[in-house]
């Protein structure tokens, strides 16, 4: 596990978290495909929101289980919280908002989500 700094694109929100970004995700949902967000997950307890609290907006779909944050200002989800299967509680961080990843030298899974 490495920790890593990101942010939102006007940066307001900023976050630490301690993850492994060899294993990531991109899925086919209705909100991911349209995002194009590359996922990696770390329990809540490794992940740190540094600034902009006050800047973030929820949005929950389907289930209502995963709480979508994104920055109101410049409307980049960096991250959300929610639970793993096992009722875990969890970050998914979109590797895409980690200052100094290159997403296009990963390999992530991609998950098919429009299943679910």
Do not use: W
């Amino acid at each position: 596990m490495t920790k890593h700094a990101g942010g939102c694109q006007c940066g307001k929100v900023r976050f630490e978290v301690e993850a492994d970004l060899s294993q990531t995700i991109t899925c086919n949902c209705s909100r991911c495909g349209k995002l194009g967000s590359v996922l990696a997950f770390a329990p809540i307890d490794q992940f740190s929101l540094v600034s902009g609290e006050d800047a973030l907006t929820e949005y929950r779909f389907n289930t209502g289980k995963i709480q979508h944050l994104f920055c109101a200002d410049c409307g980049i989800e960096s991250f959300a919280r929610g639970e793993a299967p096992n009722g875990a509680k969890m970050a998914a961080i979109n590797v895409r908002c980690v200052d100094g990843v290159d997403v296009f030298a990963l390999e992530p899974q991609q998950v098919d989500g429009k299943s679910f």
